[in-house]
């Protein structure tokens, strides 16, 4: 069934039709629309471009502002348009969007709000719609939380819409057919007689009458796009090397820089002798790095650190840089956190005390009093640091003068990006940053943070008008990762007459929500429910459940990594449901489905089990483990089957279903669940990042390894849509991963794993 929008005048943005001959289309879901991005700074012979969508006289191009990172985006924004545009993705060029406020993310303040997921009470959508203001306020454009389609789903569909009835009408002015006898076909206007009126053509006298204000949405059965497979638009390029990603990137006059920072994080550099660097092969200047980090204090607040941090060489080509950056002899300070693992390890442990917890997220039934009630069953748990390593490293080429800066770097936080260049460079005005996002080569999560672009715009600061290219080596990349939190549970709980009868978790974790908003220069704001996430979302009706999150100060920076804190709250929570359905016994499948709440979780369990063929017999020396997460709204179910072998551990096969409401793309959703898969599997099995003498001890993929080829399992996928609002799938795939794989180790082997990664503790074929 079709929606109806209203179109505000604002929202529908002419220009000068009598110059090229151009209309622009844009559309804002909230009352006041925000101010359009391009109708400053236009040029002699442009028209103005709106939000989403530009038409003139020779092309029409499609605005994607979510970033793409590998996951798809820009296919997917550019099939959200198309769909209601009447174009072919084929036929329009497409382009990421400048930052502006019109980009703002509307999905964001749903995934932040600290209500369950299917909560729609008064008082969980009035928050929601308020945290919304807020974001809109801010103009947090930004690209994270699997919020690229949640945040597109409607407003690229109704820009879609807005353009192709206000192109319909245009072409009923030059005809004088009736706009109810018109159609639109492939970027035209089809008359009733068959001719067709291209976009182009119309667009000039598109530009120079009323917007159409009100539209009504096409109706799925309709649709031609979305729900089928496609092609996606960057699949030859990827599959032929040709892809231009930020690191490709090649402007004229450039130079090229490397770093030395100090390896401990936040540290400061004492002093530096660059004496036999500076005369090296093709070093042109070496100069020093004052970036500021910004961190939280014990008491929550942020505060910044300004100091030499390290030194940049300036080069002729990037590997004389690397080169040079290796022979400067530097003198470097502590970390501003403990020296060595043992020491994060027991602030965390002390960490499970009354003045540190943040919040009790779940609290029903009486658990101390059923705890204090016949044998306990008790479980610590760790998830450790994990490095991003996303394969292309940081990168930026930027070029600072006296009128403003010009960026060339992919990001996923646009806006505050600018303000952070706009620093660095000393202007003043941060709207004089003119960023051109780009392909970014893997993030996780990578890319949210600014170190890299701060960093380059200092070095630009001090060579106007020369375009500086900096690149960090690959284990400059891992020595600088703001990496996953570190974190650890308790857990208690009680079975009764074979069933799960009570369920206690506590978790304590450095927040990566506040040590983020701390280098934004902003206050943390409540809670993190990222500390507990993946347990205190769970719809199960264990009588007595309990969830307790702590925050742990004063370790590492961290920041967000696919799927953030359920990465490692899951793990906990979904091991130590076996560990209770395995001490009642009880079959796991059964004992979820019996206290499942939720009718969408339920149908995601039962998709799981019938894929996998639940209760079927496996044979000698095999296991099979299942764990049903929710992160980012979605409710996504895993079933892991491993051999037990003489050389270790195999995984055999793995089994996924979730529920996103609506799937965009088959083809992409079932790639981005087995990328999920593949990542959480990988993670779990070998990576961590651990400190020794503040530094981070494993600098490349040889020492932080993801899963094998040769590792790699069978994998079935099946996606749900009965969910009642879309949702991402970048994300959910992640977090059931890890406990499904030692849920099935354990049926396997009898060895219960607690601690991540389980190659410490077992092999793997």
């Known amino acids: 069934m079709g929606r109806l929008r209203t179109i505000t005048r604002r929202s529908f943005l002419v220009g000068s039709a009598a110059v090229l001959g151009g209309v622009a289309f844009g559309t804002y879901v909230a009352k006041r629309p925000q101010d359009n991005p391009l109708t400053a700074g236009l040029r002699e012979g442009e028209a103005a471009f709106t939000a989403y969508i530009k038409i003139t006289a020779d092309r029409i191009t499609l605005i994607a ?94 820009a879609g819409a807005v353009a192709r009835e206000t192109l319909k009408r245009a072409a009923s002015g030059q005809t004088g057919i009736a706009v109810d006898q018109l159609t639109t076909a492939r970027g035209a206007v089809i008359l009733p007689d068959g001719t067709a009126l291209s976009y182009t053509a119309l667009a000039v006298a598109a530009a120079g009458i009323e917007p159409v204000q009100q539209v009504t949405l096409r109706d799925p059965s309709e649709w031609r796009l979305i729900g089928r497979p496609a092609q996606r ?37 004492r002093s530096y002798d660059a004496s036999l660097a500076k005369d090296m092969r093709g070093v042109q200047a070496i100069v020093q790095i004052e970036g500021a980090i910004w961190e939280l204090d014990r008491s929550g607040k942020p505060f910044a650190r300004r100091g030499p941090v390290g030194v940049a060489v300036i080069a002729d080509n990037t590997w004389r840089a690397f080169q040079a950056a290796d022979a400067i002899s530097i003198d470097w300070a502590p970390a501003p956190y403990p020296a060595e693992m043992e020491a994060h390890w027991a602030a965390v442990e002390e960490s499970f005390t009354e003045d540190r917890r943040e919040a009790t997220w ?62 660095a460079a000393g202007l003043d005005d941060p709207e004089s940053v003119i960023f051109h996002n780009q392909f970014i080569g893997g993030s996780f999560g990578h890319r949210l943070e600014f170190d890299f672009l701060i960093h380059a715009a200092e070095i630009a600061r001090q060579l106007p008008g020369v375009p500086v290219k900096l690149t960090y080596r690959r284990e ?85 990594w696919r799927s953030v804190g359920a990465s490692s709250a899951g793990f906990f929570g979904e091991s130590f449901m076996d560990e209770l359905c395995h001490a009642a016994g009880a079959d796991p499948m059964e004992e979820r489905l019996r206290l499942v709440t939720n009718d969408v979780h339920r149908q995601v369990l039962e998709a799981v089990a019938d894929l996998c063929d639940w209760g079927c017999k496996l044979g000698p020396g095999r296991g099979r483990g299942l764990a049903l997460v929710e992160s980012f709204g979605v409710p996504a179910a895993e079933v892991v089957d491993v051999t037990a072998t003489e050389d270790g551990i195999r995984i055999d096969t793995v089994y996924v279903a979730a529920d996103v409401g609506r799937i965009i793309d088959p083809v992409n959703f079932d790639a981005q669940m087995r990328g999920g898969v593949i990542w959480g599997l990988g993670h779990a099995m070998n990576c961590e990042i651990t400190y020794s003498d503040g530094m981070a ?55 219960r794993l607690r601690e991540m990664p389980f190659n410490k503790f077992i092999d793997f074929v």
Not at 407 to 414: D, F, P
Not at 476 to 503: C, K, L, N, P, W
Not at 718 to 736: D, F, Q, W
């Open 362 to 423: 779940r609290d029903e039934g009486d658990t101390e009093a059923a705890l204090a009630q016949g044998s306990v069953i008790e479980a610590e748990y760790r998830a450790p640091y994990v490095a991003h390593q996303p394969l292309e490293p940081l990168n930026a080429i930027i070029r600072v003068d006296s009128a403003g800066a010009e960026v060339w770097a992919g990001h996923q936080m646009l806006r505050f990006a600018q303000q952070k260049i706009a620093r």
């Open 697 to 751: 001890e494993q600098s490349n993929f040889d020492s932080h390894e993801g899963m094998r080829m040769s590792q790699t399992p069978e994998i079935f996928v099946r996606g749900l849509e009965n969910a009642e609002h879309i949702r991402g799938i970048g994300e959910p795939p992640v977090p059931p991963a890890a406990p499904a794989l030692a849920n099935a180790i354990f049926a396997a082997t009898g060895q």
């Open 476 to 560: 400059e990349d891992f020595a600088q990762d703001f990496t996953r939190q570190i974190s650890m549970a308790r857990m208690r709980g009680r079975v009764a007459g074979g069933r799960v009868d009570t369920y206690a978790a506590d978790i304590a974790s450095v927040s990566a929500i506040g040590s983020q908003t701390a280098r934004l220069g902003l206050p943390a704001v409540g809670p993190d429910q990222e500390i507990p996430a993946g347990i205190w979302t769970m719809p199960l009706a264990i009588p007595n459940l309990r969830v307790r999150a702590y925050r742990v100060p004063g370790l590492a920076p961290v920041s967000s």
């Open 65 to 158: 502002p979510h970033a793409d990172k590998g996951q798809g985006a820009q296919s997917a924004q550019v099939m959200l348009i198309a769909e209601e545009l009447d174009v072919e993705p084929d036929q329009v060029e497409v382009s990421f969007g400048h930052p502006a406020p019109a980009y703002y993310n509307t999905a964001l303040a749903d995934g932040q709000a600290p209500f369950m997921p299917f909560d729609q009470s008064l008082t969980a959508r009035t928050v929601r719609t308020v945290m919304g203001v807020g974001t809109k306020a801010l103009g947090v454009m930004a690209t994270g939380g699997s919020t690229t389609i949640p945040d597109s789903y409607t407003k690229l569909r109704v």
């Open 233 to 269: 638009l960057d699949i030859v390029a990827k599959s032929t090397g040709t892809q231009r990603f930020g690191i490709d990137r090649k402007i004229d006059g450039m130079v090229h820089a490397a770093l030395r920072l100090n390896p401990r994080k936040g540290g400061e550099m």
